[in-house]
């Protein structure tokens, strides 16, 4: 009898809503329509460097559709190239791309499907160049990676974090309070500028527009003056004022990108309060926006990426990633990717429609 061809899935980076519809489309169409042998790499490059992995039979990625989370594990941190080792306090980094190559071969992979961010892509990009056959997922709820319009996780984060300001307006409205609503993005303000439209945030605050913390004031006592007694402020974690920083809640030194951003609500907060003698509070959204299960949109958009990518794999598009481009699924190169991250275009046509309603961006 013939030997099945293997195909390998990865999960890298941080989780979002819809990882598991991804790995359920690859899976299952992997088994049920292509006849391929799965595996599940475990914990993300850490499984690669440790030689960690399962079987994956089409009853393991059964009823995982609308699960959070990752069911392969996975890790922020682990990258062969400059992968961390800690004894006590001592960190050092080694390169052990040559092991994990070498491990990545003797599975006897068709393909390696790397479902991740830049971080994990970026990675995935290296390992191609170094001889492995790899697919690329793209995956984050920052919705940040180029090459594509969009990414799943998104529109769940986007979801809950609407959710959220739904909920802070109610108990502002009523205590005649400013609200600061925190979401994360990374450097990217996708997260603050969808949920702070969807949810009739009267100030957002994004990275690409440094803000004017006067400007912000000066916003929230013209709705006062309105009778309006309350505001929301929706702001980004990477939100800088102007000539001013970002604030860095805490350095990941074992992380290939160390920064952990978090914190600029509360430093907002105190100078609104400050400026215009009304009593704020602030809420950080923070990991809430990772976890549960996905939206609807999610799902579907896994199981397209999903599916897709097998295709890829039958094609032998190796060294590129699946993506979507004005509503279709297209294919782009790796490389592409690893160049940094996408921003909010100053001229998004969402910051231009929010500021003909009277949304302040604080310039
Ligand atoms: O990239 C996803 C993300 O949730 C960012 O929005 C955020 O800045 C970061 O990860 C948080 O990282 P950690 O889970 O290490 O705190």
Redesign the pocket.
């Known amino acids: 009898m013939k030997k099945k061809k293997r195909i390998a899935i990865l999960t890298g ?2 989780d ?1 809503p819809g990882i598991n519809a991804v790995i359920r489309a690859v899976a299952k169409k992997a088994i049920y329509e292509k006849g391929l042998e799965v595996i599940g790499i475990e914990d993300g490059y850490h499984g690669i460097v440790n030689n960690r992995w399962r079987n994956l039979e089409y009853n393991d990625v059964s009823g995982i559709l609308t699960l959070g989370g990752t069911i392969l594990g996975t890790s ?1 941190t682990a990258n062969p190239y400059r992968y961390a080792i800690r004894r006590g306090d001592k960190l050092e980094f080694k390169d052990l791309s040559k092991i994990a190559v070498q491990n990545i071969k003797k599975l006897g992979l068709t393909c390696l499907v790397c479902i991740g ?1 830049d971080g994990t892509l970026g990675i995935a990009y290296r390992l191609f160049k170094d001889g492995i056959p790899i697919i690329g997922i793209p995956k ?3 919705n ?1 990676l180029r090459g594509t319009d969009i990414t799943f996780g998104f529109d769940s ?1 986007v979801w809950i974090a609407t959710e959220g300001i739904d909920r802070i307006h109610t108990t502002a409205e009523s205590l005649h309070r400013i609200m600061i609503v925190e979401v ?4 990217a303000g996708w ?1 603050a500028l969808y949920s702070g439209v969807a949810g009739g945030g009267d100030v957002i605050l994004i990275p690409e527009i440094p803000y004017d913390v006067k400007i912000v004031a000066g916003k929230v006592i013209e709705r006062h003056k309105k009778g309006k007694r309350f505001s929301i402020v929706v702001i980004a ?2 939100a800088k004022p102007r000539g001013g920083d970002i604030v860095i ?2 350095i ?1 030194k074992e ?1 290939p990108d160390p920064i ?3 914190g600029i609500g509360f430093v907002l907060g105190e100078q609104i309060e400050k400026i215009t003698g009304l009593e704020t509070r602030t809420v950080v959204m ?2 809430l ?2 976890g549960g299960s996905p939206t609807p949109f999610d799902r579907i958009l896994a199981t397209g990426l999903g599916t897709k990518a097998v295709d890829m794999i039958e094609d032998k598009k190796f060294g590129y990633m699946v993506g979507v481009k004005s509503n279709s699924l297209v294919t782009v190169p790796l490389k592409e990717v690893a160049k940094g991250p996408k921003t909010v275009p100053l001229n998004h046509p969402m910051i231009k429609a929010a500021r003909s309603l009277g949304t302040c961006f604080g310039d």
């Open positions: 980076g941080g979002c922020k961010g984050t709820i920052d940040d984060a994360m993005g990374h450097k997260i974690e990477g809640q805490r990941v992380s952990r951003l978090g923070g990991h926006l990772r």
